[in-house]
């Protein structure tokens, strides 16, 4: 793949984003202080310079809803359309969503995924219609968007040596919106019960972190590869520095338990900051899937951040049957 390798700065462009009524991801190229252009248009278009992302929810009506703002639930089901807007090279995306935190079936065109994949080229766009069932319960609703869903080997390793240029951009080029789900009255239900993991009694690593999948409290490297029903472990650093944080994973995009049957295991802040460690089992597989995680702040609903871990290629783990080679 040919993809240029971007860092991405992840921001919220305040008045501008509000007047423009669209979210931008600035893409700033690694081996350029340079940013690239992008101009806001009078009919409320985006033209996007080299390597910038732009993305966010309209209604059927094409009326922006604000990160963080409220989408309506109408006969049991949201409509709208996630738009998707890019300057880059040929990139394939893939398209979950999430109510309360847990992945839902949707429907595109009539046609139902729980993980729909897209693809781009040059300076284009796509608007998904999507339809999504939603629980009587159900309080809030985010989408999630990936790059290279399909990558699990040769993206991962250039021969034996490992490609941390591909593994950084797997990690950085992630977007993302939380809303409030609200009826036809505008009227929102209740913020679930949550059971939240004390992150003060976790034990506290001398590293600073922000968040990360990591071998072991022993040897807090990230890693591209292992096998699966493996132990590692979660390092969370400044996710939970005065903040709750829910924390979910996906195992070939579909959602797994992050320890102990939890789909999403939320944490308290951690008193006396510092980074905190939790020991977790990696997902069994029957042939080679990607695993990553992804740290959500439960007080920023308005913000357009979510932490993602570096991406995890996992291999199936069995024992060779006796006598075969």
């Known amino acids: 793949m040919s993809k240029k390798i971007f860092l991405v700065i992840f921001t919220v462009l305040g008045i501008a984003v509000c007047a423009a009524g669209v979210f931008v ?16 248009n009078k009919d409320g278009t985006v ?44 990139s394939n995306y893939g398209l979950l969503l999430l109510c309360d935190f847990r992945q839902q079936e949707f429907y595109v065109e009539g046609e139902a995924y729980r993980f729909y994949r ?16 939603v629980d009587d319960a159900a309080y809030e609703m985010a989408y999630l968007i ?7 080997e040769e993206e991962f390793f250039n021969g034996e040596d490992i490609r941390w240029d591909f593994m950084q ?12 789900i609200a009826d036809e009255n505008g009227m929102t239900g209740q913020e679930p019960d949550r059971v939240y993991v004390d992150a003060s009694r976790l ?17 807090i490297s990230v890693f591209p590869s292992a096998k699966g029903h493996g132990k590692a472990g979660l390092l969370m650093g400044e996710a939970l520095d005065k903040k ?35 020991e977790i089992t990696l997902p069994d597989v029957e042939e ?28 199936r783990c069995y024992e060779r049957p006796a006598g075969r080679e």
């Not at 979910?248 to 905190?276: H, M, N, P, T």
């Open 288 to 315: 080679d899937a990607v695993y990553q995680a992804f740290a959500y702040g439960l007080s920023d609903r308005s913000s357009i951040l979510v932490f993602p871990s570096f991406r995890i290629k996992l291999n």
């Open 203 to 219: 034990a506290k690593i001398d590293q600073r972190a922000v968040f990360d999948v990591v071998k072991s409290a022993d040897d």
């Open 47 to 90: 033209t996007l310079g080299e390597g910038y992302v732009a993305h966010g929810f309209y209604t059927m009506d094409e009326e922006l809803v604000d990160a963080g703002g409220q989408v309506v639930c109408e006969n049991g089901r949201i409509c709208g359309q996630i738009h998707f807007q890019q300057n880059a090279d040929a």
């Open 146 to 152: 990936v790059p290279e869903p399909d990558e699990k």
């Open 244 to 278: 709750a944080w829910a924390v979910i994973a996906f195992c070939d995009w579909e959602q797994v338990e992050v320890k102990d049957g939890d789909l999403v295991r939320y944490y308290s802040s951690a008193d006396g900051g510092g980074s905190r460690y939790e």
């Open 169 to 180: 951009a797997m990690q950085a080029n992630v977007y993302t919106s939380r809303f409030i």
């Open 118 to 133: 897209f693809s781009l080229e040059g300076d284009t766009e796509v608007r998904i219609p999507i339809e999504l069932p």
């Open 25 to 40: 991801m600035i893409a700033v190229h690694r081996k350029s202080d340079a940013i690239a252009d992008f101009s806001y």
